[in-house]
């Protein structure tokens, strides 16, 4: 069983690039980020606070949190409605930061990460995905780049905003970095078991087709 971890920041790029790593090994994809923006949804629709620890507890212990395949991704299905879209306002953004610091909220959601990959394998996108959740896969790859590139790729994606639009993304995007990074419970970390990758001088697929390369010479090393 193949399981590709990709870590790294906001805004590195990661998404398309695991889409594609995905799609050319023949596995599912699935983004974890989506998965703590859907708690951090379901609290916010619920009007409760994603900082406050014991009502994040309360929620995960009631909802109904499925992971449906849909064209070989992971589709987050919370008490039967997918949020889809409504997961990537910047109201949710900033909520789901304080979501993933609770302990709790983070095992539970590990727990359902890892009986996904373990059907039949998976590129999988996080912060903590070969750190925590899959420590013992061989492929690990971390993906990262300047602020300042990071700021100007998620501008693009929103459609290109003015100046001050420009400064205040740079400020949410270093404000989601330090809680990510800061955080007790897995924090944005990075060892010497990764391979270390700058996003700021390649196109999504050149960086595609490297960690493919990777990841094919080293099953091609196992099987020796
Ligand atoms: O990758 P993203 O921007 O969709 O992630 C949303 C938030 O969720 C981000 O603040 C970090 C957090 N996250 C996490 O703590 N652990 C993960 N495995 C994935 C995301």
């Given amino acids: 069983m193949t399981v590709v971890a990709i870590d790294g920041p906001a805004g590195v790029g990661k998404s398309t690039v695991a889409r594609r790593v995905a799609a050319e090994l023949g596995v599912p994809y699935l983004d974890t980020g989506a998965m703590y923006r859907a708690v951090a949804w379901k609290a916010l629709e619920d009007g409760l606070d994603p900082a406050d620890e014991s009502a994040m507890e309360e929620l995960i212990g009631r909802i109904k949190f499925e992971l449906r395949i849909r064209e070989a991704e992971a589709d987050v299905v919370v008490d039967g409605f997918a949020p889809g879209a409504s997961l990537r306002t910047p109201r949710v953004d900033a909520a789901t930061s304080r979501v993933a610091v609770h302990p709790r909220v983070r095992s539970w959601l590990v727990a359902r990460q890892r009986e996904f990959a373990a059907r039949e394998g998976a590129v999988v996108e ?86 493919l390369a990777s990841v094919r010479a080293a099953v091609a090393a196992a099987e020796r």
Avoid: N
Wanted: glycine share 6%; proline share 3%.
């Fill in 126 to 211: 996080g912060r903590d995905i070969g750190t925590v959740v899959f420590p013992e896969t061989r492929y690990k790859f971390y993906l990262d780049a300047p602020l300042e590139v990071r700021t100007e790729r998620r501008l693009r994606q929103l459609g290109g905003l003015d100046a001050d639009d420009r400064e205040s993304l740079r400020r949410q995007i270093q404000a989601r970095d330090k809680r990510d990074r800061q955080r007790r419970a897995s924090p944005l970390r990075h060892d010497a078991s990764y391979e270390m990758i700058d996003t700021s001088t390649g196109a999504a697929d050149q960086i595609a087709a490297r960690i």
